[in-house]
């Protein structure tokens, strides 16, 4: 089993930053995949930045130039630097790891909320 735990968020105006934290916890060994979704009110959730063990990343284009993923394997952590905050940003972002076999972990979510 994986543990993830979402941190940062929190209340930013436009233009503004703000850095998620993921910490994982337990069989992390399996964990192939990091990653970082959005789920907007009345919408679907939706991938914003994943990074692969050997440090691939893919963006999704709405947030590439302004949004960073990056990951401390000493710490276990995955980051996503949010720059440029934009009010459509306003979602609640979740951690996500998938490991071995296509097993998909989650973490509870961190609300992240842009004001104009």
């Known amino acids: 089993q994986v543990q993830l735990v979402e941190s940062g968020g929190g209340l930013v105006q436009a233009g503004g930053s703000l850095r998620l934290s993921c910490a994982a916890s337990?069989?992390?060994?399996?964990?192939?995949?990091m990653g970082w979704y959005r789920q907007a009110p009345g919408k679907q959730r939706e991938l914003v930045a994943v990074i692969t063990s050997g440090n691939n990343r893919h963006y999704a284009d709405s947030v590439k130039g302004r949004f960073t993923i990056s990951r401390d394997n000493a710490k276990n952590t995955v980051y996503l630097q949010m720059n440029s905050l934009k009010p459509e940003d306003t979602a609640v972002y979740y951690c996500n790891g998938v490991g071995g076999g296509g097993m998909d972990y989650w973490g509870q979510g961190t609300q992240v909320t842009v004001s104009s």
């Open positions: 337990g069989s992390i060994f399996s964990i192939n995949v």
